[in-house]
């Protein structure tokens, strides 16, 4: 059993940075895909990022690429996402996922294991 804790979230303007961070425990972590999916109110699950397990294969969402960037420490088993520039649209409640079977994928249905979820609102 895999469990997936969130942190870093928070209320910021736009042009701001964040960097989410996301604590795991359980398992072999250094094998595991991990992502970062958001879910703004009223829309479908969006995704962010993700990464591969040796962190040598990297995936970004179009809305998100050059601005975001997705990494990991497997001696601390985190995942992070610095968040640079953000915008209003932005804001949405931001899960991080992890896969422990596969290849690092963009598709939501290939994650195992989720976080309940840190909040982001971004302010103009």
């Known amino acids: 059993q895999v469990q997936l804790v969130e942190s870093g979230g928070g209320l910021v303007q736009a042009g701001d940075s964040l960097r989410l961070s996301c604590a795991a425990s359980?398992?072999?972590?250094?094998?595991?895909?991990l992502g970062w999916f958001r879910q703004a109110p009223g829309k479908e699950r969006e995704f962010v990022a993700a990464?591969?397990?040796?962190?040598?294969?990297?995936y970004y969402g179009d809305s998100v690429r050059g601005r975001f960037t997705i990494s990991r420490d497997n001696a601390k088993n985190t995942v992070y996402l610095q968040m640079n520039a953000l915008l209003p649209e932005d804001t949405a409640e931001y899960y991080c996922?992890?896969?422990?079977?596969?290849?690092?994928?963009?598709?939501?249905?290939?994650?195992?294991?989720w976080g309940q979820g840190t909040q982001v609102t971004v302010s103009t």
């Open positions: 990464i591969s397990g040796s962190g040598g294969s990297l």
């Open positions: 359980g398992g072999t972590f250094s094998t595991y895909n």
């Open positions: 996922a992890a896969a422990t079977t596969g290849r690092v994928t963009v598709k939501s249905y290939a994650y195992d294991y």
